[in-house]
Nanobody, 118 residues
């Protein structure tokens, strides 16, 4: 059974930082794209960032470019999202995906809540 488990979410003050992790099990994603989406209350799920299989290519939504950094450790079958300079608009449930493309991901995690508030 393939599982993607996110961690690292929580409450952070505006301007703060968080690092999300997504650990995969049940199959290796070392040859696949991985990435992150998010969904804020009352809004559709939106793309945040993606990384190709070897980490040499990364892609970001314009709203997070320059503030978020995606990375991966294939030995740990894990993808990360370093989030800096957080603001209230970043409040959402963050979901990781593995396999497929960021247009059509194969597998999803269950999500982790990120709340940016003073």
């Amino acid at each position: 059974q393939v599982q993607l488990v996110e961690s690292g979410g929580g409450l952070v003050q505006p301007g703060g930082s968080l690092r999300l992790s997504c650990a995969a099990s049940g199959r290796t994603f070392s040859s696949d794209s991985m990435g992150w989406f998010r969904q804020a209350p009352g809004k559709e799920r939106e793309f945040v960032a993606a990384i190709n299989w070897n980490g040499m290519s990364t892609y970001y939504a314009s709203s997070v470019k320059g503030r978020f950094t995606i990375s991966r450790d294939n030995a740990k079958n894990t993808v990360y999202l370093q989030m800096n300079s957080l603001n209230a608009e970043d409040t959402a449930v963050y979901y990781c995906y593995g396999g497929g493309t960021y247009h059509y991901p194969d597998y999803w995690g269950q999500g982790t809540q990120v709340t940016v508030s003073s």
